[in-house]
Each structure stands twice: as C-alpha cells, then as structure tokens.
C-alpha cells in the first residue's frame, strides 16, 4: 500500500469507530441494543443513501481488501468470544425446559424458513435450491446469544427463572444453529469435498487432546498472578490457527474460532477466563467489529428494492417473526412454561442481532445469498432484534417482573421446613468452610433445611459497556452460578441437601436485609467480613434478635482436630454455642472440649454430653480446634475465636450451658429428603 492509502486506511477506521459509538450510544438511549446502532452506522455508510457517493469518497476500490482482512480478523476474535461465553452450567437446573424451548424455537423457523428459501430460489432462478433454502432456514432458526443477555440485563430479567431459562435455551439454540450453518458450509463447498470430512476428527482433537492442554494454561497464570503476554499471545496463536485450519477444511474460519473458545477451560482459575474475554472483546467489539459492519453495509442497498423486494421483505418477516414466536412458544408450554412467562421466553428468543449479521456475511461470502436477498435478511435481523425491547416492555412490565421475583423466592422455600439455616454467602469463591457449618448443623437436626443465599452486585459503574451486546453481566452470571452450584453439591455431600437463593441486584444494600427477611430463617450463618459497600445491610440483618447468628469471626479452618467451645459464665449466647459446637463435632466426628468452665459445670456438662454420645472433656483448647464462642463471652477469646454464636429470641432461652440440651444427633441416611439446589 502507498502511504497516501495508509494515510486513508487510518482515516476510515477512525471515522468507522467514531460512528459506530456515537450511532451505538443513540440506540441505547432510544432502549435499544447498541449492536443496532452500529449495524444501522454500516448501512449509512454503505451505498444505501446519496447514490453511494459517500462510499465513494471513504472506501474506494483500494480500500476495501485492507478494510476486509480487518473485519475478518474482528470477526474471528467476535466467534472465539461467542463460544468462550457460551457455557453449559446456564443450563444446569433447567435442562428440560431449556431443551423444549430451544428445540421448539429451532425446529419450526428452520422447516418455515427452507419452505420460504424454496420459494426465493425459484423467484430469482437460483441453483442449488437445496443448499439455499436449507441456509434461508438455518439464518431464520437462529438466535443472539449475546445480545440477548445485554436485553435482559438492560431489563433486569437476568435476575428472574424466566430470564435464566432464556439463556439456557439461547445457549443450546446458538449450539445448534453454527452446528447447522456448518453443514450448510459444507455442502456449499465447491472443490475438494473430501476436506469437510475431516471436521469430526478435528473436533474430537481439539477436545480430547488440546482441551486438556489449556488447562495448564491456569497453572502459568496463578505463578504470574495475571494474564502474562505469553499466556495471552499462546491463547491467541491457538485461536488463529484454529480459525485457519478449519478454513483450509472449507468450513469457514468462523468455525474454527467458534470451537476454539468452546474447549477453552472454564473451570479451576475464574480470574483467567475473566481476564481473556476482557482483553479480546475490547479490541474485537470496539475496533473491528464496528470495521465489520461496515464492509457488510456496502453490500447493502435498500435504494434498489422495488415492489417486489417489498413483498419479498414482508414475507421474510412474517417467517422470521411466527416462526420464532409460536416455536419457542410452543416449546415453553410442553415443558410447564405458562401464559404470559412463555411469551417472554418467546420474545426473548426472537433477538437475532449481531449473530444473523454473521450468519448472512457468511452466505454472501460464499455466494449462496444474493446481494439484494442479503439486504433483505439484514433488516429482517434489525427488525426482530428492535421489536424485542418494546414488546417486552408491554408482555412484562416492571410491576409484574417486581411481583415475580417475590414470588419466585416464596415458591422456592415454600412448604415450610421445621428448621431452616440459611448461609448468608459474601463471596463465592471463599464460602467453602461456611458452607460446611450450615450443612453440618442441618444434617444433625432432623427436619430442618439449608439455603444458600448470594445477591450478585451489578452496579452500573462496574459494568463492560460494549457496543457488540456482550458484557460482563453474562460473564459473571455462568460465574457465579456454577460457584454456587459448586457450593450446593459441596453440601449435599455432607448430608443436607440446600436451596439455592441467588439474584442478580443493582442495590445489594437496599435489597440485602429484606432479601434475608423474606427467607424467614431460624439460622443464619454469615462472615464478619464483607463489602465495605454492603455493612449498611449486614448492620440491619445483626439488629435482627429473633433469628440466631453463627458468625465466622476470622478463617475457618477446614479439618479442625477438635470442637472448642467457650463456656463463659453461661448464658443464652453460650447455651446457644454449646448447641452449634456439639452438632459440629457431632457432624464432623471431632472430640468436643469445653473451654471457660469452672468445676462443677465442666464436670456435669461433660458427663451430660458422654451420656448422649458425644466424645467430651474440659480444658484449654487442643490445637487446631474450631473455637466456638457465645456473642455474650467473645471479647474474653476475641483473637482465638472462628465461630461468635448469637441466640435467638424465637428458640434460644436463657440457660446454664450444662443443662442446655444439644439437638439429638443422627446420621445423614436417617435424614428426611431435603430439597434439590434450584436455579
């Protein structure tokens, strides 16, 4: 390239960004994906408007090669971020009703959509009737994954069952149309067919073999404690020869891009996967995606569509519209899904946005769609994407969708246990120990249950605002439900099975105590230690002396050798401990000691504990012990205790800690059948 090119190349991409963000703001303040706007900067800055004068003068023939390579590129770092975020724990908890949803809103616009693309192939004398019509329907079958999660972020429906469900089938809807698409690809191949056969045995590398090998990735990045150049330039060499290799298979370079970003890990270091997708949706979404738009626009000429482009268009959208609406509809109704909760589910389903965009670049990279059809796809995309918002706004309605989650916590704790313990979770990632307390203080009383509760902060300033419709907020989502499901099992392996609370909340501090309130707990098990931002909440939750606090005072440790408890000068907080420390030495097999007494009671509290099984003695507290203090005796061992023990009013009565009776202690195969952790 001459410098004088270089100098317009530069030139053209800065003027490209800049439209896209201002056009992308401007469709976010009219509640819109931003995606809309930039897509709509592509079609202006295509031949659409002033005879393609504008085009003319920014991108002429020298241009559009460079311009294409850069687009190409965003698209490939685009497609590794889209199967990098697509993560099947969404649907964990929701299989059935995720997998009627997603095959009902993919069967039906598929079959109408290859009954249409039968019809558009004769009207323009295409050949290949079967290749085309079968692209029309897979372009119609499909769903924005991302985009969609933008929507319900944006709505707050992230934080609802519906909204969950919605992701879960967008995610397996996603699956489904590239797996699709890539059989199309294949059979629009032209030469050297045999190469598409090769697909199967590569997937099956890349999982069996390299999957294996990016795990070691997280081992370099806890050495490095960040995202080192070489474990970055390593993702990203990877992610290219990926996209290359299928390329040379004739599948396109989408593919291999795709498949990259499905294997990589996503267990073990959170922080990793975190810290990837951040550097690529940066440069990918703000810079070359935006590029992307652009050379797809100046396909685009909607000054040439005649009568019979029009009628064309409303047949397309009609397809497009019915086809997703009555397929997800239907798909919501046979798996339970009912009234207004499956038009939500249906309209949700409807986004396309960015995900069609690629789909078409695809077609008319490959000359399966004419230029005049892919205009007319285009703004089928753009209008099912923009209609999606408004309709949601009159099927759901913020009262409605307030009504709902209250409801939705009710439903999930309804049938009133005997007893219920409720770990109030601050940070997902250090809650293990907690955990372990509430599941051993359930399964050693009979009738009672556990409820692990987290309300995941979304403040706006901390949110990835990213024109391309994806966002931190899905990220943190597949995060955060996966560490609590984690958490769940964690306690169902130590016999209590728990329900978990969780939803996604702009106020934590506002919502938190209420939240707790609504739970109507008999326990609560907290740590001390938590957001500066959320002590407002806590505060209020402490002021509560009708439910007993078991805090966790400093570390817990996770294989104590004994149970210490502090017996003071007696009390209700130190019958309360002696009840929390002999169920945990009950539960975990652990001697307990009692710690504080004088004579008399040491000796008729350990007596009374032997005689009900339980392996006691007095004196100091062994090493390594689990140090159980009642709230009225903490400030006596403030630096030694792990657990301060609160009484309620509602249970707890003031007692001598020698005749305070501990709960009668079982073993887990007695226990009554808890519930399943929900979504």
Not at 314 to 336: E, M, R
Not at 396 to 401: H, S
Not at 484 to 503: D, K, Y
Not at 623 to 638: K, N, P, R
Request: aromatic residues 6%; hydrophobic residues 50%; without cysteine.
């Amino acid at each position: 390239m001459s410098l004088s090119n270089v100098q317009l190349l530069l030139a053209d991409v800065a003027f490209i960004i800049i439209a896209a963000r201002l056009l992308g703001t401007a469709a976010k303040l009219l509640g819109q994906p931003p995606v809309l706007g930039e897509i709509l900067a592509g079609i202006l800055l295509g031949p659409t408007f002033f005879h393609g004068a504008i085009t003319k003068t920014l991108f002429p023939a020298g241009m559009i090669s460079p311009l294409t390579a850069l687009a190409d590129l965003g698209l490939v770092l685009f497609m590794f971020v889209v199967g990098y975020e697509v993560d099947l724990r969404l649907i964990r908890g929701r299989e059935r009703v995720a997998v009627g949803v997603s095959l009902g809103s993919f069967i039906l616009p598929l079959g109408l959509g290859t009954g249409l693309g039968v019809w558009l192939a004769h009207r323009h004398h295409l050949h290949h009737v079967s290749t085309f019509a079968l692209f029309i329907g897979t372009a119609m079958a499909a769903t924005a994954f991302p985009v969609l999660a933008r929507i319900l972020t944006d709505r707050g429906l992230h934080r609802t069952r519906i909204g969950g469900i919605a992701l879960a089938s967008a995610a397996i809807a996603d699956v489904l149309a590239w797996t699709m698409l890539a059989v199309v690809v294949g059979l629009a191949g032209s030469s050297a067919q045999w190469k598409v056969l090769l697909a199967i045995p590569y997937a099956a590398v890349m999982f069996a073999v390299v999957r294996p090998l990016l795990r070691r990735l997280s081992r370099f990045y806890l050495q490095a404690g960040r995202l080192s150049p070489n474990v970055l330039a390593t993702v990203l060499a990877g992610l290219l020869l990926s996209a290359a290799a299928t390329n040379w298979m004739g599948l396109h370079f989408i593919f291999g891009a795709f498949l990259f970003g499905v294997i990589m890990p996503r267990e073990n270091v959170l922080g990793l996967r975190e810290e990837i997708l951040g550097r690529v949706e940066e440069i990918s979404v703000m810079v070359l995606l935006p590029i992307y738009f652009v050379v797809s626009g100046l396909s685009i000429n909607l000054s040439t569509i005649g009568s019979s482009g029009l009628e064309e268009l409303g047949a397309i959208l009609v397809v497009a519209i019915v086809g997703k609406l009555v397929g997800a509809y239907l798909g919501a109704l046979f798996t339970g899904v009912h009234g207004r909760n499956a038009g939500v589910i249906a309209t949700l389903m409807n986004t396309r946005g960015l995900t069609e965009i690629v789909i078409l670049g695809v077609g008319l990279q490959l000359h399966i769609l004419t230029k005049p059809l892919y205009a007319l796809m285009v703004v089928m995309a753009l209008v099912t994407t923009a209609m999606s918002g408004p309709l949601l706004k009159v099927i759901y309605p913020d009262r409605v969708m307030q009504r709902d989650l209250a409801a939705a916590d009710r439903a999930q704790l309804a049938g009133g246990a005997a007893y219920r313990i409720l770990v109030l979770i601050d940070r997902p990632e250090t809650a293990g120990p907690l955990v372990d307390i509430g599941a051993d203080l359930a399964a050693t009383r009979p009738g009672s249950e556990l409820a692990l509760a987290h309300l995941v902060s979304l403040r706006a300033e901390k949110r990835l605002q990213v024109g391309g419709g994806l966002g931190g907020e899905l990220l943190q989502m597949t995060l955060v439900m996966g560490q609590l499901h984690a958490l769940a099992e964690r306690a169902t392996g130590r016999g209590a099975p728990a329900t978990v609370l969780s939803r996604f909340s702009d106020d934590v501090a506002g919502e938190l105590s209420a939240y707790v309130e609504a739970a109507e707990p008999d326990t609560i098990v907290l740590d001390s230690r938590h957001d500066a931002y959320e002590d407002q909440a806590y505060t209020a939750i402490r002021a509560d002396h009708r439910t007993r606090l078991v805090t966790a005072s400093g570390p817990v440790p996770e294989a104590p050798s004994a149970v210490a408890v502090y017996a003071g000068h007696g009390g209700g907080d130190a019958a309360a401990a002696l009840n929390v420390a002999t169920q945990l030495a009950a539960a975990r097999h652990l001697p307990l000691v009692l710690v504080g007494a004088d004579g008399r009671r040491s000796r008729s509290g350990v007596a009374d504990l032997t005689h009900r099984g339980i392996q006691a003695s007095s004196g100091p507290p062994p090493e390594g012990a689990l140090l159980v203090v009642g709230d009225d005796g903490a400030t006596a061992v403030a630096t030694e205790a792990h657990l301060t023990v609160r009484a309620g009013s509602t249970e707890d009565i003031e007692a001598r800690p020698e005749i305070a009776a501990p709960v009668p202690v079982i073993g887990p195969g007695a226990l009554e059948p808890g519930r399943q952790p929900s979504p």
